[in-house]
């Protein structure tokens, strides 16, 4: 495990499990936990997500994530400080979901 980075003034912990999916094509799935309580947020790393891109707006988390073997353009995933709360976007809609909500969204992806 790979960690990323911290984010968001210390609330976040970003961290990447690399898994090979061929021959020298590597996913690196992100694993979202709490620094302060070492809490998992969000953890795609039985998934086949890709982490793309990871950004801060204020004290929201941004991940940029892409589903292998690449049928899915990156999708949006925000971390909102509320507990439990994310925003999804793709090019189809943006809307505040749950955890649960939020993994069986990403389920639907080819």
Known sequence: MTID?????GRYRVSTVSSEMRMSHWIDAP???RV????????????????QDTREEGEVLVLIIRKY?????????????????????????????????LMAKLSEYP
């Open 36 to 51: 302060e309580d070492g809490s998992s947020i969000l953890d795609l790393s039985q998934e086949i997500w890709d982490l």
């Open 5 to 9: 980075g911290i984010f968001c003034n």
């Open 31 to 33: 694993i979202v936990t």
């Open 69 to 101: 073997p690449g049928l899915t353009n990156g999708v949006e995933v925000s971390i909102l400080p509320e507990l439990g709360s994310f925003l999804i976007a793709d090019s189809n809609a943006r809307r505040n979901v749950t955890r649960e909500e």
